[in-house]
């Protein structure tokens, strides 16, 4: 049966994605691209975004640029909550649909890449459900004995991700113990299914040093506007320190500082050096995705913006192909 929004006999609708790393300039771009546009709604792949109460420490669109430009997938979950790129993609193309339901045109704006790619190139999930009690156990753990244990198991995949992607060491060991079989041994299969979307996606390339200088500045910012007590404020909420929204490099060093294990110098470098450690996994995930680039080197939002919509509208009229 045909599906009446996307009849079969229609090539894939282009999507316009706004991607690049952290410190980039998505944020403050988007909206004014969507101001030039008219009549336009921001869907964010952001990993931290979705959280409630983390704003200052995900640099999220203000409640005035909100107020602006309808945005979608930021503040959902609750600290402790737990979200994937599978959850991910499900609410993007809801987000998607009504969008275009409301004659609206949508923009995906982020840069965490596994929910990018669960757009454009979707794999059915393999290996075993979340298990939220054996998360808590293996969250009691540091980095170095996850991937220590990992090792032990799965070496391939141990060094696949690395001592310091925590996430991703926790949801191999939950793998295994829950089948008893390490991680390397589920293949990846790809989905088959026609994706009624043609995710285009473009990224802001600033020069490596830039975006070093970027992130320390904002850095400080973030401190001057009150990070820690922000954390102290959800802190005192109830949760605790070990919530999956708190478990990064961000908020992690500002949960030592308040517990007197750091200083505010210390956190502040903690936060810097884990902030350019993030963006070189950013930067070698990103040289393997299919993104255009623009240059933003002596560019105003003014010129950036129109180099969007000019590459933007050849998919539109179907002069390129991404795949």
Known sequence: MENWFFPDNLDPMPILCLAGPTASGKTDLSIFLAQKLGKVELIYADSMAIYKYLNIGTAKPSIEQRGIIPHHLIDLLEPDQIWSSFRFRVEAFRCILECLERHSLPIIIGGTGFYLKSLYQP???????AHPRLRLLLERYSNPRLFAYLVAIDPPRAFQIGKNDRKRLIRALEIYHQTGKPPTSFKKITSKT?????????????KR????R?????TQLMIKQGLIQETQDILLKGFSPN????????????VQCLQGRLTIQQMEKRITIGTFQYLKRQLTWFRKAPVLWISTEGKNFDIISDEIIRIFLTYCIGGHSNE
């Open 214 to 218: 970027r992130i320390t500045e904002r």
């Open 243 to 254: 919530v999956p929204a708190l478990k990064n490099f961000t908020y992690g060093p500002v």
């Open 209 to 212: 040093v830039d975006l070093k």
């Open 194 to 206: 026609r994706n009624p979307f043609q995710f285009i996606l473009i990224g802001l390339d600033h």
């Open 123 to 129: 794999s059915i999930p393999q290996g075993s459900p």
